[in-house]
C-alpha cells in the first residue's frame, strides 16, 4: 500500500527567504502526488500535482514541487515566502488504481515577517 | 461556483446518540470520500464511493456508515457515537480518475461526549 511521510511538523521562515516544506513517498508502481494546503477552519485546497513529464511542476500561489524518482520525495517549494502562506501543508499519493489517497501528516509552516 | 458542501460544520453530541453528517457536491463527480483529521495523524480515509450504490471501506471505518444512492450526495453516519469519534470530518470528490485531484468541503468538527 502506498504511504506518505512528512518528516518535519513544523517549519518556520522569515518573510522573503525561500521555503521547502519535504515529503517522501512509497507506493508500487508510477505515483500520482498532491500537495494541499489547509487555511485555519478551512477546507484542504489543492495547489499542484505531478502526473508525468517535467519533474518541476508549478502550482497556485508561486508554489513549485519537485519530483525526485531516486528518492522518492516531492518536495514542496517557493522562492520568497510571504506571511500569508503560514498554513497547514498536507502531500498526498495515489497509486494507479486510484481508490485512496494516502495523505501525510501535515507540515505546519509559519512565515514570520 | 463547484463546490463540496458539508453540513453541520460543527456538533456537539452526546454518546450514543445516532448522527448524519451531510455532503453534497455539484460536480458531477463519480469518487466521493470521507476523511477524519486528527492531530499528528493527517488525514485518514474512513470510506469512498467509485459511484451510485458503490462503496467501500478506507482505513478506519470501523463505527460509521456511508451511503450513495445519488450520484451528488454521500452521508455519514454514525449510528451510535463514542468520544473516540470526536474528530474533523472532511468530505471530498473527485472525477474517477486516479490522477485527479479531489475538491474538500470546508469540514465538520464533531465532539463527542
Known amino acids: 500500500a502506498q504511504s506518505v511521510a512528512q518528516p518535519e511538523d513544523q517549519v518556520n521562515v522569515a518573510e522573503g527567504n525561500p521555503l521547502t516544506v519535504k515529503c517522501t513517498y512509497s507506493?508500487?508502481?508510477?505515483?500520482?502526488l498532491f500537495w494541499y494546503v489547509q487555511y485555519p477552519n478551512r477546507g484542504l485546497q489543492f495547489l499542484l500535482k505531478?502526473?508525468?513529464?517535467?519533474?518541476l511542476v508549478k502550482g497556485s500561489y508561486g508554489f513549485e514541487a519537485e519530483f525526485n524518482k531516486s528518492q522518492t520525495s516531492f518536495h514542496l517549494k517557493k522562492p520568497s515566502a510571504l506571511v500569508s502562506d503560514s498554513a497547514l501543508y498536507f502531500c498526498?499519493?495515489?497509486?494507479?488504481?486510484?481508490?485512496?489517497?494516502?495523505f501525510g501528516a501535515g507540515t505546519r509552516l509559519t512565515v514570520k515577517p | 461556483e463547484a463546490q463540496v458542501t458539508q453540513n453541520p460544520r460543527y456538533l456537539i453530541t452526546v454518546t450514543g446518540k445516532k448522527l448524519t453528517v451531510t455532503c453534497s457536491q455539484n460536480m458531477n463527480h463519480e469518487y466521493m470520500s470521507w476523511y477524519r483529521q486528527d492531530p499528528g495523524l493527517g488525514l485518514r480515509q474512513i470510506y469512498y464511493?467509485?459511484?451510485?450504490?458503490?462503496?467501500d471501506k478506507g482505513d478506519v471505518p470501523e463505527g460509521y456508515k456511508v451511503s450513495r444512492k445519488e450520484k451528488r450526495n454521500f452521508p455519514l453516519i454514525l449510528e451510535s457515537p463514542s468520544p473516540n469519534q470526536t474528530s474533523l470530518y472532511f468530505c471530498a470528490s473527485s472525477v474517477g480518475q486516479s490522477n485527479t485531484e479531489a475538491f474538500f468541503g470546508q469540514g465538520t468538527r464533531l465532539t463527542v461526549v
Open positions: 464511493s467509485m459511484n451510485v450504490e458503490v462503496t
Open positions: 505531478y502526473i508525468t513529464g517535467d519533474n
Open positions: 507506493v508500487s508502481g508510477n505515483p500520482y
Open positions: 498526498a499519493v495515489r497509486d494507479l488504481r486510484g481508490n485512496d489517497m494516502r
